[in-house]
């Protein structure tokens, strides 16, 4: 399975995803572990890498040189996302932009230059085998998908399996996260909430045609909708994790199940080889 990158997504916060992630990560042991979480990166809290290499995250804004601006607003016309106005003088807003550079290259003066401004960083580590790639954006950043794709960019080559800790739901930053995913793992809750969300990724998988199957998180006795959802969707269920305050209590304290004394460890390890079956 060299090579191969798992994405484990879920609808929402809170389901388990970065447990089944780290843990998949760590029972691989010579892999590499993405966490594309920008917003709340927690992956590092669990594997307490060493550090080997920070690296500052910078996206290209524009710049105009009210010397050689004539006022034309042919910049302001050209960008959809609207991070420039016309006033009394230009306005760039740096927060709304997408850094593509049209409007550098429409403008007829070429009053409009780029420059570069930091928008997050990019720590990687290692951690008992396991080679980290921990990503986080700067406060006040309207979207991290800058950020996730240098992160991305970082294992493109990587030969090793390659678990990625997505962001929750189903926006711009989890769809730049499983871009190049060759199989998706969804987290879900045994609840109408949890079914709900998990059709929300679901149909995001389908959308990218990427093959998926379901971990379903916290199951007791009780009905489970997300099951329900699985089996009238034909929906592969990967493993079934118990309710168990014993694995609460370990995550809460950022302990990696497979790598301390839990006695039912082995559900992640089957958990594993389910997936790489699956992702061949």
Do not use: W
Not at 4 to 21: D, E, F, M, P, Q
Not at 174 to 191: H, Q
């Amino acid at each position: 399975m060299a090579g191969k990158k798992i994405a484990v997504l879920s609808g929402k916060g809170g389901t388990g995803k970065t447990l089944v992630a780290v843990n998949l990560a760590a029972a691989a042991k010579n892999s590499c572990y993405v966490d594309c979480d920008v917003e709340a990166p927690d992956g590092k809290l669990f594997f307490r890498p060493e550090i080997a290499e920070t690296k500052e995250v910078c996206v290209l804004v524009p710049r105009i040189d009210l010397s050689e601006c004539t006022a034309c607003k042919v910049c302001v016309e050209f960008c959809r996302f609207h991070a420039l106005a016309f006033g009394k003088k230009p306005v760039v807003f740096d927060e709304v932009c997408h850094s593509c550079g049209g409007c550098a290259l429409v403008c007829p003066q070429k009053a409009i230059k780029e420059t570069a401004r930091i928008v997050g960083m990019i720590e990687k580590g290692v951690s008992e085998g396991v080679q980290t790639f921990c990503g986080s954006m700067n406060m006040g950043e309207a979207t991290g998908v800058s950020v996730i794709r240098q992160l991305m960019d970082s294992v493109k080559n990587e030969t090793r399996l390659t678990v990625i800790d997505c962001p929750p739901g189903s926006a711009c930053s989890v769809m730049e996260s499983i871009r190049e995913a060759d199989y998706c793992v969804l987290v879900a809750e045994p609840t109408v909430f949890g079914a709900h969300n998990l059709a929300m990724v679901y149909e995001l998988a389908l959308l990218f045609k990427k093959p998926c199957g379901v971990v379903l998180n916290k199951c007791g006795d009780g009905n489970n909708p997300s099951r329900e959802f699985c089996l009238q969707n034909g929906i592969g269920i990967l493993a079934e994790i118990p309710f168990d305050s014993a694995l609460g209590k370990l995550n809460s304290e950022g302990k990696i199940a497979v790598r301390v004394d839990y006695p039912k460890k082995e559900l992640f390890f089957a958990l594993l080889a389910r997936v790489r079956e699956a992702a061949e």
